[in-house]
């Protein structure tokens, strides 16, 4: 099975062939383009992944930290991991729409539009938390 498109012109001298399901109306696009895409998808993926790590860990160690008798209010960490978790979700669905989004505009031979909302609402939401888990240690 050839990676190469059906009925497409030779390549011009210097240039890849594109595999897989990249249309043949695309103009000719540098590979390393879409490959510095799936990069950035990646590193958005492995941060939420770390979001959601730290906030499992930190809502077990409320109910830990009420049973071992160090914080009575360890429901509170339980709410605050819930949150990282949430925030971890929601980088990842951004990382899938903005990869979608950049790929289209790739394979389109569109100007790529880089958003901020979500890159705006992370760095906002990890400070508030940040912030608020400062807070409940310096208090607590």
Known sequence: MSMQRTGTPPQAEGRQALPGNIPASAPQIDLRVLQANERTLLAWIRTGLALMGFGFVVARIGPWLREQEIDRNGGWFVWTGAAFLALGT???????????????????????????????????????????????????
């Open 90 to 140: 929601f980088c990842n669905l951004a990382a899938g729409v903005r990869f979608v989004r950049t790929r289209a505009a790739i394979l389109a031979g569109k100007p790529i539009v880089p958003g901020q909302a979500a890159v705006l609402s992370l760095a906002f939401g990890l400070a508030l938390l940040g912030g608020l888990l400062a807070v409940h240690v310096l208090l607590g």
